[in-house]
Structures are given as structure tokens and as C-alpha cells.
């Protein structure tokens, strides 16, 4: 008798192996949002961060997750989520094919195929006791992220196959899981539901102080502090003046600054250069249209006023 088999499955990606980097700044007030989310986590509550655009809340996550020490899921939030992106689904098949000519004068021919189970990132997570980054939750539809509601409060994974042993996964026990989010009001962001929201210690995050944009800015761009400054100055004045359509954040002083920094230009008023980055980066933070023309003729003359008052 022949017993031919053969399987056609997708293959799962592999955890991420985090480990804490050596150019992360901790400052004083990153310090401490770090080991609050470490408590937290550790006594079995996931965590969720959430604030506006450009505030370090990603980086923060992963920060978080690998002074965990463990392998890390990492999850990007997306209006076309399904439930099954979260656990997987019924996406291969296993083929069997039996000839059996044990008798020669009996040919019997058998001919099947079982769909096969695949693991998603969250079921994987929740199996190994890995560590969920779910990036940007809300941008999922509230009716995708309804599976972690069991997951989070009775530690039960529910699969929609019944075929898969008894329908549920229990949780690892250092299973732990870490969510971040934009406001409300973010193009693309949908209001996460009071039952998931109940669920998760929510800390929120603003734009951080001028001394730890400062040394975040001159690690990623290779500048001196006193350099810097200059640039997170003006970028923090255009900030308080609240003449923009999408606030101008921490990514904008890292842009203009790394820009500088490979171009060696002087950070100074009389470099048109430099003063050319600055309007490029900055003036895009408002609408580009027929009506704001005079708008931005008018925030064109407070960066300038702003980059010749920092940077002469």
C-alpha cells in the first residue's frame, strides 16, 4: 500500500527579538513612564498608550517590550482587519492520496484533502506567551479587536474553528500585551470600545519637555545638544503659536536637524540652505490651498522671524 501526503500552508512570521537599545534617551519623565508600564504589565494588566502624532509612543511600546525579555508580536492596526488577521484561519490544506494493492486483485483508491489551520499573530502570542504590540488599535474597526476582550479579562484565546481541539486556546502565563493610539479626532481612528478600553491601563502621552527633545533630537541626528537646541526652539515656538493644520512634532527637529547634520550646514540665519530645510519641513504642517494662501504667506514671516531669532 502507497500513502502519498502533502501539505500547502502559509507560513507564519516569525517573533521579533527585542532587546533594549543602548541609544534609547531616558530622561527623568521617560524613565518613569517606563517603569509605571513595567508594573503594570508585570502584574498582568496591559497596557495602552495613547496621544497625538510625533510623541515617541511606538518606540516607547517596543522599549517597554523588550526590557520584558521575551519574543514580540508586533501588530499595525488597519481599517481592514478581520477577526481572522488577529487569530489567523482555515488557509491550507493537507492532501492524502491512498493506493492500496495489498490484494492483487483488489485496487482500492482513496483520494482526500482537511483544510488546515494557521496561526496569526495574536493566537501566536497568546500559545508561546510572546509579547503583543498591537500599533495604532484604533485604526482597526471595533468589531475585529471583540476577541480580546475574552483574552484580556478570562485569559481564554475563542477560535472560530471548532475543529481546532476545543474551539479556545488558555493564555500563556507571560503573555502580555501593549496598545497604542491616536486621538479621537485623527483622520482614519475609530473610538475604541468601553468594554476593550476598560480592559487596559491607559497612559497618555504629550509632547515631551524641551530638555528631552533636546537629547532625542541630537541622538538621532549626531548634532551637539548646544546645536540642537536651536532647531527644537524654533520647531516648539511654531508649535505654541498654533498656526499649522498638523502640529509640527519631535520627527520635524530629527528631519531637519540629520538633513543638517549630513549637508554640514551652519544652523544659522545666514544659510539659505539650512533656512530652506526649515521652511520645507515646517510650512507643510499647513493646508496647501487657493484660501491659505495669505495664512501661509503669513506663517512664512513668523518661521522666519523664529530662525532669525534662534539661529543667528
Not at 23 to 40: H, N, Q, S, V, W
Amino acid at each position: 500500500m502507497a500513502v502519498a501526503s502533502k501539505t500547502s500552508i502559509k507560513k507564519t512570521l516569525a517573533a521579533l527579538a527585542l532587546s533594549p537599545s543602548p541609544d534609547f534617551i531616558e530622561t527623568p519623565i521617560i524613565k518613569g513612564l517606563k517603569e509605571r508600564a513595567l508594573a503594570y504589565l508585570t502584574a498582568g494588566f496591559p497596557v495602552h498608550f495613547r496621544g497625538p502624532a510625533g510623541t515617541g509612543k511606538t518606540t516607547l511600546a517596543l522599549h517597554v517590550a523588550a526590557s520584558l525579555k521575551r519574543p514580540v508580536m508586533l501588530i499595525a492596526g488597519d481599517e481592514e482587519f478581520a477577526t481572522s488577521d488577529l487569530i489567523g484561519g482555515q488557509y491550507g490544506y493537507h492532501y492524502r492520496q491512498v493506493d492500496d494493492r495489498y490484494i492483487h486483485t483488489v485496487h482500492k483508491y482513496e483520494e482526500d484533502a482537511t483544510q488546515l489551520w494557521v496561526d496569526n499573530r495574536l493566537t501566536t502570542a497568546c500559545r508561546e506567551g510572546f509579547t503583543l504590540v498591537y500599533d495604532e488599535f484604533t485604526r482597526s474597526r471595533p468589531e475585529a479587536n471583540n476577541v480580546l476582550l475574552v483574552v484580556l479579562e478570562e485569559h481564554l484565546l475563542v477560535l472560530p474553528n471548532m475543529n481546532h481541539k476545543d474551539g479556545y486556546i488558555k493564555v500563556h502565563p507571560e503573555f502580555r500585551a501593549i496598545f497604542t493610539s491616536n486621538p479621537q479626532e485623527y483622520a482614519g481612528v475609530h473610538e475604541a470600545q468601553d468594554a476593550l478600553s476598560d480592559r487596559l491601563v491607559t497612559m497618555d502621552l504629550d509632547y515631551y519637555d524641551r530638555e528631552t527633545e533636546i537629547n532625542i533630537t541630537a541622538a538621532r541626528s549626531g548634532l551637539p545638544p548646544e546645536e540642537v537646541e536651536r532647531i527644537v526652539d524654533v520647531v516648539r515656538d511654531f508649535r505654541a503659536s498654533g498656526e499649522w493644520d498638523q502640529a509640527p512634532t519631535m520627527r520635524a527637529c530629527i528631519m531637519i536637524a540629520r538633513v543638517a547634520t549630513q549637508q554640514n550646514l551652519r544652523l544659522s540665519k545666514d544659510d539659505p540652505r539650512f533656512t530652506s530645510i526649515c521652511l520645507d519641513v515646517l510650512e507643510s504642517k499647513t493646508a496647501f490651498t487657493s484660501q491659505a494662501r495669505e495664512r501661509r504667506a503669513q506663517q512664512r514671516k513668523m518661521l522666519l522671524s523664529l530662525i532669525e531669532h534662534y539661529c543667528n
